[in-house]
């Protein structure tokens, strides 16, 4: 199959995709795309949203519609980076023997990653960017295809642990989760009081997701659209000499390189979902809120005078 009829099946298969996603997360169609755009990019994504908006549903769904492995961690205040990655036992003969731990799947769910220490919060790193743990010296591939989908409450801060930079910048796309409309409310009270379940068909596999990624990469780009991706970031350092005043005004830190690297990256996932062989400079826009929001970090004027990330964002596309 060529590349360009790779890009024509995956376009097909993207509707299918959504349609049967459709059948249980009701609305919440930013979240769905960019999540699936993530996993096409080889990304992982924060979901940020309050209670009770389906965020783990809606993993779940994704895992079971893309036919992976899925596994759930809670993350608590008491959870330890054995929990997660698994550790070593005497077996029987007196031998150490490996039990591999939770991250040992396709799809990991960290459940309210925000709520485990530092310490805990950082076994994920390697995992994130390496796709592999170093456990007692000895070193352990992770299966492919792999995923981390965070979630964190925005509300409740109480007894949290905020992730740092370095961790937050390993997410590709920080996800807002909105309150659903009252017609899309009404369709979820309707689904979830009633005794019906909802069948749903995997239309991927593992491998074919791998290879979804390869032809994302081969997607060509033109220079203007690399230049653009990188002028944007570029104009959120605050120190940088193409900053605007609002930026100069209310950041403190801008996106850093890998920021660069993912606009371009998604931009051609989301132009090869919508059947366009090389991505454009609205491309870049489109992914470009999600991606940049937490990697840049506000000062305290913008916080007395409310001025939101996505505020500043906008005035720069």
């Known amino acids: 199959m060529s590349d360009v009829e790779a890009v024509n099946d995956l ?15 009701i609305g919440q169609k930013d979240a769905v795309n960019f999540t699936l755009l993530s996993i096409f990019c080889g990304g992982h994504s924060l979901l940020i949203g309050v209670p009770g ?51 040992f799947s396709n799809i990991i769910l960290a459940d309210e990653i925000n709520r485990t220490p530092p310490k805990t919060q950082a076994a994920l790193l390697e995992a994130m960017q390496e796709r592999s743990v170093t456990i007692s010296g000895n070193h352990y591939k992770l299966d492919l295809p792999f995923f981390v989908l965070a979630t964190q409450n925005p509300i409740e801060q109480e007894g949290t642990y905020p992730l ?4 937050l910048d390993r ?18 009270v309707f689904n979830t009081t009633s005794n019906q379940n909802q069948q749903l068909n995997a239309i991927f596999s593992g491998p074919e997701i791998i290879e979804i990624q390869q032809l994302i990469r081969k997607i060509p780009v033109t220079n203007n659209v690399v230049e653009y991706a990188v002028r944007l970031v570029g104009k959120t ?8 005043e609002m930026v100069k005004n209310y950041l403190d830190w801008g996106a850093g390189p890998r920021a660069s690297q993912n606009l371009v990256l998604a931009a051609k996932a989301h132009a090869a979902v919508r059947g366009k062989y090389s991505p454009d400079i609205e491309d870049v826009k489109a992914v470009a809120i999600p991606i940049l929001s937490h990697r840049i ?21």
């Open 237 to 244: 350092r605050p120190k940088s000499a193409e900053a605007t």
């Open 53 to 103: 908006l389906a965020k783990t549903l809606l993993v779940n769904t994704v895992s079971d519609v893309l036919g992976l492995h899925f596994k759930r961690i809670q993350f608590t205040p008491d959870l330890m980076p054995s929990d997660i990655l698994g550790s070593e036992i005497l077996d029987q003969n007196r031998q150490f023997a490996f039990i591999k731990g939770p991250i």
């Open 297 to 317: 970090v506000k000062n305290y004027k913008a916080e007395a005078e409310g001025i939101t990330v996505s505020d500043i964002i906008n005035s720069l596309l």
């Open 11 to 25: 376009v097909k298969k993207y509707q299918s995709l959504q349609t049967e996603i459709g059948k249980v997360i």
């Open 164 to 167: 740092p930079e370095a961790q």
């Open 171 to 188: 997410f590709m796309f920080s996800i807002n989760l909105e309150y659903p409309s009252f017609e899309e409310e009404v369709a979820v």
